[in-house]
């Protein structure tokens, strides 16, 4: 079965730090996408990225960075030098190819970047 | 507007009643999606429109619970004889679908229920 764990329920970090958000996923197909989201306290969901899943590249945007690793089933997010800004809670996110529209989550990490 | 607009933001209702969600998705955006996010469950999948296909209602958690898109556009979902356990905020989100269903999803704020 299909499954997202985040085992961070919460970081708290002084602004400027580094962190790594982890992600490890659960499936049986050999097709599928991986998502990181960021929900900001406005409550929307904003899209980050989405990789699928024969593209083992890392990929670099800017402050943030996502690490996949298929031999350990992990999709990490690391945000460099955080800001205030970053508080908020990223859900990371898996869908296969059978039922492709379907976001299955984890369960979040709340992040909070203290000044 | 530019984005996904969800009405009413907030809703209280007595338990037994019915309540309906309203979502307008992004203007061209074919696929719609409702989602729910709980305290104990997490964000859960609803159910997904796409165009003029049957609608996949599969995440629906009972039937008191019905959707309905109404010429492609806005959506709504309907709780009949609520409980409080549907307590939850309710995401909607649209996409384009340009390179198939798992294309990013663009977020309302959500319409946070309470059922007393």
């Known amino acids: 079965a299909q499954k997202v764990t985040q085992a961070q329920t919460e970081i708290s970090v002084v602004e400027k730090e580094d962190v790594t958000l982890d992600c490890v996923y659960e499936?049986?197909?050999?097709?599928?996408?991986l998502f990181w989201y960021k929900q900001p306290p406005s409550g929307e969901l904003v899209f980050l990225i989405r990789?699928?899943?024969?593209?083992?590249q890392n990929e670099i945007s800017g402050r943030y960075s996502w690490n996949f690793q298929k031999s350990t089933s992990s999709f990490n997010f690391t945000i460099t030098a955080s800001q205030v800004v970053d508080s908020a809670v990223y859900f990371c996110?898996?869908?296969?190819?059978?039922?492709?529209?379907?976001?299955?989550f984890g369960s979040g990490t709340r992040l909070l970047v203290r000044p | 507007g530019a984005g996904v607009s969800q009405s009413p933001s907030n809703k209280v209702t007595e338990k037994g009643k019915d309540v309906e969600l309203r979502c307008d998705p992004i203007?061209?955006?074919?696929?719609l999606y409702w989602y729910r996010q709980s305290l104990g469950q997490g964000l859960e999948f609803l159910i997904y429109?796409?165009?003029?296909?049957?609608?996949?209602k599969s995440g629906l958690p009972s039937d008191r619970f019905s959707a309905e898109r109404t010429g492609g556009s806005v959506s709504t979902l309907t709780i009949q004889r609520t409980q409080q356990e549907d307590s939850a905020v309710y995401l909607c989100?649209?996409?384009?679908?340009?390179?198939?269903?798992?294309?990013?999803?663009?977020f309302g704020s959500g319409t946070q229920l309470s059922v007393l």
């Open positions: 499936t049986r197909d050999t097709t599928y996408y």
């Open positions: 989100a649209s996409s384009l679908l340009e390179r198939g269903p798992n294309e990013k999803l663009f």
């Open positions: 990789r699928n899943s024969f593209d083992e």
């Open positions: 203007s061209g955006h074919t696929a």
């Open positions: 996110a898996l869908s296969e190819r059978d039922s492709s529209y379907k976001l299955i």
């Open positions: 429109f796409q165009g003029n296909s049957a609608p996949d």
